[in-house]
T-cell receptor, first 113, second 110 residues
Framework: ETGVTQSPTHLIKTRGQQVTLRCSSQ?????VSWYQQALGQGPQFIFQ???????GRGNFPPRFSGLQFPNYSSELNVNALELDDSALYLC????????????FGPGTRLTVL | SQQGEEDPQALSIQEGENATMNCSYK?????LQWYRQNSGRGLVHLIL???NEREKHSGRLRVTLDTSKKSSSLLITASRAADTASYFC??????????WGAGTKLIIKP
């Protein structure tokens, strides 16, 4: 059984740029959730995708967007990067939509200069 | 806003001692989960407890839930150096959204 993987591990961008982060869900999982975790804080829910559709969204602006593909992998896109977007971005997969047990990837550390 | 808040923010104990951390939340829930995070990397699920359960065990972990007080506790018995990590509680804020606290940083001293 393959766990959740994320790429890249680290990323440095400048303000105003755009970034795409990628996530491969655990085998057998059809739901992916994305979180932003600032240093010293708990994760903040960005959105959840189930069967290629956005299933729910947290309090993030539209410049945060996502995709889920037929193989259930997912992308998080952030446009017009701001300094405050610097954080650890976590992807989690689960076997069904909702709030049950989630399996996290190692995260992508994004630094915006 | 944060639904869950862990207490204490940091905890330092000797190896072999028990560690207890608490989580309080604000609104009614269907389930509450505890996760561990090592060195700012991915989170690992520890235990999920549903609102109709009062206590749950997994190995050296014991979780209690008191819905009348809107609180939960995580007890780690016979702590080990490998237990050094941040521990987070998460509650279901909606059908799809988990709300997380800021975590308890646990340090196990040899």
């Amino acid at each position: 059984e393959t766990g959740v993987t994320q790429s890249p591990t680290h990323l440095i961008k400048t303000r105003g740029q755009q970034v795409t982060l990628r996530c491969s869900s655990q085998s057998g999982h059809n739901t992916v959730s994305w979180y932003q975790q600032a240093l010293g804080q708990g994760p903040q829910f960005i959105f959840q995708y189930y069967r290629e559709e956005e299933n729910g969204r947290g309090n993030f602006p539209p410049r945060f967007s996502g995709l889920q593909f037929p193989n259930y992998s997912s992308e998080l896109n952030v446009n017009a990067l701001e300094l405050d977007d610097s954080a650890l971005y976590l992807c989690a997969s689960s076997s069904r939509p909702g709030t049950d047990t989630q399996y996290f990837g190692p995260g992508t550390r994004l630094t915006v200069l | 806003s944060q639904q869950g808040e862990e207490d204490p923010q940091a905890l330092s104990i000797q190896e072999g001692e028990n560690a207890t951390m608490n989580c309080s939340y604000k609104t009614s829930i269907n389930n509450l989960q505890w996760y561990r995070q090592n060195s700012g990397r991915g989170l690992v699920h520890l235990i999920l407890i549903r609102s109709n359960e009062r206590e749950k065990h997994s190995g050296r972990l014991r979780v209690t839930l008191d819905t009348s007080k809107k609180s939960s506790s995580l007890l780690i018995t016979a702590s080990r150096a490998a237990d050094t990590a941040s521990y987070f509680c998460a509650t279901d804020y909606s059908n799809y959204q988990l709300i997380w606290g800021a975590g308890t940083k646990l340090i196990i001293k040899p």
